[in-house]
Structures are given as C-alpha cells and as structure tokens.
C-alpha cells in the first residue's frame, strides 16, 4: 500500500467519528440538556415553603428553532425550583434569553419544566432520578408552549447547592 493510500485511510477513519456522532443526534431529532446549580433559599413566613434559587446553569440544545444559527449564548434569569405543590414533584420557572452570538438579536422566553422523581437513589446524599416530566418554552410555558420537550432522564442532587441535569427530547 502506497504512503498515499495510508494517509487517505486514516483521513477517513477519522473523520468516522464526527460523521457518526451528527448522524445518531440527527436521527433522535432536536434534544436539549440543561445543568443547573440551585441554593435553598427558606421563606422567612412559611417554614416548609422552600425555594431554591438558580446560581449557575448551561444549556445545550440542536433544536435550530431555539437557536437557528447554531451559535447562540443562553442566560437563565429568575430561575427557581420548588416542590410543586399540586402533584408533589419538583418544578422550575425562569425566564430563558438566547442572543444569537455575532448580531444584536435575542429573545427572551418563558420557561416551566416539570419534573417528576422517582425516589431517592441513595439517601445518604439525596440523588434522585428523574424518569419523566415536560419543559415548556415560550407562549405560556405552563398550559400552551410553544417549544415542549419530554424529559429522557436526569437527575436531582440535594446537597449544600442542589444540582440538577435534564436531557429531553422534542415533543412538538
């Protein structure tokens, strides 16, 4: 085999792996993940009414309708999780503004992410898994978004700061 041929071969093992990569997150369709660190903020009022008010967190998503160049910088502002009163899940409200990187254009939109645990998975630190629930963007994130994604799975770890990871995939 000729040094040319040996350069072509491996050219194209390993281009092999991005090529792979893009075809399996394009065959599952427009998913998101969202990592968020939260701090337990009491109610100075209500004893057992606990929020826990955003400190960091980082969005990524492929849905182009989100971000139509691929290149947008995402800020969470007022983001909040708390016990959902109704159905005893979790629940986080905020605000999402995605400025499209290299114009003067952004957008602000609502956000409702309901959350549902199933359990702890090991007391001793308070993870718990999360095996459903639904992220509203935009519209009235609540009732009629105009984004929704299914949660795949997550996680919900209670500790000094409580962490939490979603992936989810689009509904509609």
Do not use: W
């Not at 701090?39 to 100075?44: P, S, V, Y």
């Not at 095996?131 to 996680?155: C, H, K, M, S």
């Amino acid at each position: 085999m000729s040094n040319y041929a040996i350069i072509l071969a491996v050219l194209v093992l390993s281009t092999m792996p991005v090529i792979f990569n893009y075809s399996i997150h394009m065959a599952f369709g427009q998913e998101l993940e969202i990592g968020a660190k939260f701090i337990r903020q009491e109610n100075e009022f209500l004893y057992d009414d606990v929020i826990y008010n955003l400190v960091t967190f980082n969005f990524t998503t492929n849905d182009n309708r989100i971000c139509p160049s691929n290149t947008c910088t995402y800020i969470f502002e007022d983001g909040q999780l708390s016990p959902d009163l109704v159905t005893g899940e979790y629940a986080v409200d905020g605000k999402l503004n995605v400025d499209v990187n290299g114009t003067s254009e952004s957008t602000t939109y609502d956000v409702r992410m309901d959350l549902e645990v199933n359990g702890m998975l090991e007391e001793g630190n308070r993870t718990a898994n999360i095996n459903a629930g639904t992220i509203g963007i935009g519209g009235n994130a609540l009732f009629n978004p105009i984004y929704e994604y299914q949660v795949i799975n997550g996680t919900l770890n209670f500790g000094e700061s409580t962490l939490l990871y979603l992936r989810a995939t689009k509904i509609q």
